[in-house]
């Protein structure tokens, strides 16, 4: 149990690794052509034999490397669509898993800071930081306003999720903050109504349209694994991972890729 909760990132990666890998080639296999894939790989193998063993007369490497071009293209227009059904769920799936992989929480004692970015630098004067119990500011605000930013620094004091506010005059803006030491759901930036950012960076609801204040960041550590000797973002440990479990269940399943 103490070995699970102390390498759960890494069992989880894992673990994950081990479905998207099966999921991957299995919905390869069910929305791509496989006679058609094995005919125009067999076909690349065979013009790359050609260059090789008529390699002294130049008209047949020529015509080779001519057929290698088209075999290649046929192969990458066969793939192209099994490849999207497979990667563009992949891709927010991946999404959805940084939010508990990509950061770690926040530690009792360990100072962080909070950034936030204002419309305009009329408003940098105006915001102030507002702090939960358990949590503490302990140096005051550093303004840039190059980049019309408001830089605080804050310290934890006990763990649980929890909400700052940022006030600009008569409004308040709050952001999530998570202190503890598990696997846990992070959002580090809260944002205006990009949601195409939002997507991608951000966990949490827009901040209000029109609103004075862009977006209120929490500079969580970024997590690595350590794996093989190495410390790994998740995300290069999973691709690895996935795609070796997935070419082992394709010659399993014997599937062509």
């Known amino acids: 149990m103490a070995f699970l909760e102390s390498h759960a990132p ?5 673990l994950l690794s081990i479905i998207i890998g099966l999921l991957m080639v299995v919905v390869f296999r069910y929305t791509s052509n496989q006679k058609a894939i094995r005919i125009a790989k067999d076909h690349l193998k065979a013009h790359l034999l050609a260059v090789r063993l008529f390699q002294d007369q130049i008209q047949v490497v020529l015509i080779s490397y001519w057929r290698i071009v088209r075999s290649t293209g046929s192969y990458l227009r066969l ?11 992949l891709i927010f799936l991946m999404v959805q898993v940084d939010r508990y ?3 770690t929480p926040l530690e009792i004692g360990r100072p962080f800071l909070v950034t936030t970015q204002v419309a305009d ?10 702090v939960p119990p358990g949590l503490s500011q302990t140096a005051v605000a550093v303004h840039v306003p190059a980049h019309n930013e408001i830089i605080w620094r804050v310290v934890a004091e006990t763990v649980g999720r929890r909400d700052l506010n940022v006030d600009a005059g008569s409004q308040a803006f709050s952001k ?9 759901r ?7 109504d990009t949601w195409w950012e939002r997507i991608f960076v951000s966990g949490e609801t827009a901040l209000p349209a029109n609103s004075p204040i862009q977006s209120i960041a ?3 550590p970024e997590r690595t694994i350590a794996f093989a000797g190495l410390e790994w973002n998740w995300i290069w440990l999973f691709l690895v991972m996935s795609l070796i479990f ?5 010659s399993i399943l014997r599937i062509e890729i």
Do not use: C, H, W
């Open 10 to 14: 890494l069992v989880l990666v894992f």
């Open 79 to 89: 793939a192209l669509m099994p490849l999207l059904y497979v990667s563009i769920p």
């Open 101 to 103: 992989l990509g950061f």
């Open 121 to 130: 630098t009329s408003v940098l004067d105006q915001a102030t930081l507002r």
């Open 176 to 184: 999530s903050v998570e202190v503890s030491g598990g696997l846990d």
């Open 186 to 192: 992070i959002s580090p930036v809260r944002l205006a």
């Open 218 to 220: 929490v500079n969580y």
């Open 246 to 250: 997935g070419f082992l269940f394709k």
